[in-house]
């Protein structure tokens, strides 16, 4: 017995350090197969001997699919934001201030990247990994440890010896591209909402409640700066080089800077080298490297004056364009399409970017194979921006736009005040047909799981699906005669169209797709009818005094229902079961007016409910939502790595910012546990 626990021990050794080699030093000594045996081995013993149970064992990376909340924790050190600037210059005039407080003497700036993820304080005793706190507000933060255990770019225990007893390290959590792209195919197949950018996916996957896929998504980490009472160094650059000898991922590009000149030279490296980055970057930091100097300068009420942050411009290049397609969108709006030769952006190559409309293509002034600014900005859909005129060939015509449907060759309507072009064949066209079921199927419509672009085509390519009241009379046998759909993936899809049976009646109005009426138009509508029959016969004086539901809305909705076809539709579903009332708690009216007469802008990411479950929340207590914030705003309700711009926009207007147990307080419901 006392040779196996002995055994556990050299294995948890042995595999912390493999697995520092291979994540952060990216040099592997054993093969990943001897990895995998030596894992397989120190976990049987561990479950031989449950006595030895430890939460930092190299066995605890996987993750456990229990679902449980976030409690909050106090920083031990607030963590600010910093300042920002836009140019060299600014940056240069921040070394200029350096050099004013301090006057006479000599000081050192330490460049680093400026990673784009979510912020992460690690609290770290003896050696071994015991808390990760998210940036929270600055004061406090959500405990996500066993999330972060799950990434092996984080030590659990340090290696060397001369690491203090108790410290904290920070730095930021991200997604790689690569890890992004797949998670983000993978959505796209399942038919949910895109990811727009790795920051996002990296925040929302920390906030998971489920650790196992946390350990499965790819989530790495860079740690860039090092607090506590008895630090190594008295300087910032040899802190973190003692923390890249303890096990730390420390980025190579810190680098020690002498001088202003040292420190242009650094900026104009990495505007460009950035581009090659396996991580999403969106500017850089610069500190005074000395400890004493860092206090001597201090702080302003929100930013360390020792730090600044550098801000990349939106990444912007030109490629030429090959040709311009016009997609048909699932309400037959005609979309302009730029394919262009494959140029590098943020991370990924861009091969296509929309023009949007008509107006806008004509105001760009694009000609046959013109020279295109393309800008990404880090998000994931690019825009164009521009043309490079210098380098249009000569005699190239300005493109055109269609006069008929691309798909069904009808001829193009333009609604007078809309800025888009329709195609009217709406049951007979198939991008139509096919977008729609798309639509109907996704996340926050009817959440029917394993229908994604690609299996809408091919279900209607094959004749099972016409339209999506069709959907309810599939099979698992009928499934999985589609190509490359094996039985399992057929009964998944066939289970997720029986459990859509029960989504709320609200979902179903807005996975109709009428026009004009999306999720909040859809929630109103269906609150105020309560029920599909009445929906189907109000005029559209009744429907324009529903909130928020002008003539336009209320036209289109009056329109779709005229529609014999789309009538069947309705009762076709009705007949499968689907929902087509407000439940009885819902048609009961809100639980109270606690929040008459005020209205919430929703940001962020949240632990203890979805951001749907806090606008049913304030809509059930008598509140109204808001998706931007204004001086008829009362409150937003804030949660991890809220929007930069919607802080500074409710600052400006004195509006109260409040966390989740905050609101939940307000409205007098008990916090999940």
């Given at each position: 017995m006392e040779q196996e626990i002995r055994k556990i021990q050299e294995l948890r050794e042995l595999l912390h350090r493999q697995n520092y080699n291979y994540y952060v030093l990216n040099s592997p000594e054993i093969s990943d197969r001897q990895f995998d045996e030596l894992l397989a081995e120190l976990d049987a013993l561990e479950k031989k001997h449950p006595e030895t149970y430890d939460p930092n064992s190299p066995t605890q990376r996987v993750g456990s699919d229990i679902t449980k909340g976030f409690s909050q924790v106090d920083h031990l050190y607030p963590m600010l934001s910093l300042s920002n600037t836009y140019s060299i210059d600014e940056v240069d005039a921040w070394v200029g201030r350096i050099d004013e407080t301090i006057p006479g003497q000599k000081f050192e700036i330490v460049g680093e990247l400026k990673f784009d993820g979510t912020g992460i304080s690690l609290v770290y005793e003896k050696g071994k990994l015991i808390r990760a706190v998210t940036r929270g507000d600055g004061i406090h933060g959500d405990d996500v440890t066993a999330n972060v255990r799950t990434i092996k770019t984080i030590p659990l225990v340090l290696t060397g010896n001369d690491y203090p007893d108790f410290f904290e390290i920070r730095g930021e959590i991200v997604l790689p591209w690569k890890a992004f792209e797949?998670?983000?195919?993978?959505?796209?197949?399942?038919?949910?909402?895109?990811?727009a950018n790795p920051r996002n996916a990296a925040a929302g996957t920390l906030k998971l409640q489920n650790s196992a896929e946390v350990a499965r998504r790819g989530l790495d980490a860079y740690l860039y700066y090092l607090l506590g009472d008895n630090l190594p160094y008295d300087n910032h650059y040899d802190n973190m080089q003692a923390a890249k000898r303890w096990g730390f991922k420390i980025s190579d590009a810190m680098t020690l800077l002498h001088d202003i000149k040292e420190v242009d030279e650094y900026i104009n490296h990495w505007d460009t080298a950035r581009r090659e980055l396996p991580v999403a970057t969106d500017g850089l930091v610069f500190k005074v490297n000395s400890l004493r100097q860092q206090l001597n300068l201090g702080f302003t009420a929100k930013s360390p004056r020792w730090a600044v942050a550098y801000k990349f411009a939106a990444e912007r290049a030109a490629t030429r364009l090959r040709f311009v397609s016009f997609d048909v969108g699932r309400m037959g709006i005609i979309t302009p399409v730029a394919n262009l030769e494959p140029v590098l952006l943020s991370g990924t190559v861009v091969k296509r970017a929309s023009m949007h409309n008509q107006d806008i293509m004509q105001a760009l002034d694009v000609h046959d194979n013109d020279m295109l600014f393309v800008e990404k900005g880090g998000e994931i859909i690019p825009k164009i921006?521009?043309?490079?005129?210098?380098?249009?060939?000569?005699?190239?015509?300005?493109?055109?736009?269609v006069s008929h449907c691309p798909a069904c060759g009808s001829p193009l309507i333009r609604i007078e005040g809309e800025a888009a072009w329709i195609c009217p064949n709406k049951m007979g066209c198939i991008p139509q047909i096919v977008g729609r079921l798309e639509h109907f199927v996704g996340r926050k419509m009817m959440n029917i799981d394993g229908i994604g672009q690609e299996t809408a085509m091919l279900l209607y390519n094959h004749g099972l699906v016409k339209n999506i009241a069709d959907l309810y009379d599939l099979t698992a046998e009928k499934v999985e005669t589609l190509p490359g759909l094996a039985r399992k993936s057929a009964e998944r899809i066939i289970d997720g169209i029986q459990a859509s049976k029960s989504v709320p009646f609200e979902r179903v109005v807005y996975a109709l797709s009428i026009p004009y009426v999306g999720e909040t138009t859809a929630k109103k509508v269906a609150k105020a009818a309560k029920d599909i029959d009445t929906l189907m016969a109000m005029k559209p004086e009744q429907l324009e005094s529903i909130e928020d539901v002008g003539s336009r809305i209320a036209l289109a909705i009056t329109d779709y229902f005229a529609d014999t076809y789309n009538r069947e539709i309705v009762e076709r579903l009705r007949q499968a079961g689907v929902c087509m009332q407000l439940s009885p708690e819902q048609a009961s009216g809100p639980k109270s007016d606690t929040l008459q007469g005020k209205t919430f802008v929703i940001s962020g990411v949240f632990a203890l409910n979805s951001r749907e479950e806090y606008k049913n929340m304030i809509e059930s207590?008598?509140?109204?939502?808001?998706?931007?914030?204004?001086?008829?705003?009362?409150?937003?309700?804030?949660?991890?790595?809220?929007?930069?711009?919607?802080?500074?926009?409710?600052?400006?207007?004195?509006?109260?910012?409040?966390?989740?147990?905050?609101?939940?307080?307000?409205?007098?419901?008990?916090?999940?546990?």
């Open positions: 797949k998670m983000n195919q993978e959505r796209q197949y399942k038919g949910e909402t895109l990811f921006t521009g043309v490079e005129t210098s380098q249009r060939i000569p005699g190239a015509k300005p493109i055109e736009f207590h008598g509140g109204k939502n808001s998706g931007s914030i204004s001086k008829k705003t009362d409150f937003v309700l804030a949660g991890e790595n809220m929007g930069p711009a919607k802080l500074e926009k409710a600052a400006k207007l004195g509006i109260p910012i409040i966390d989740e147990n905050q609101f939940l307080t307000m409205i007098g419901e008990n916090q999940p546990h």
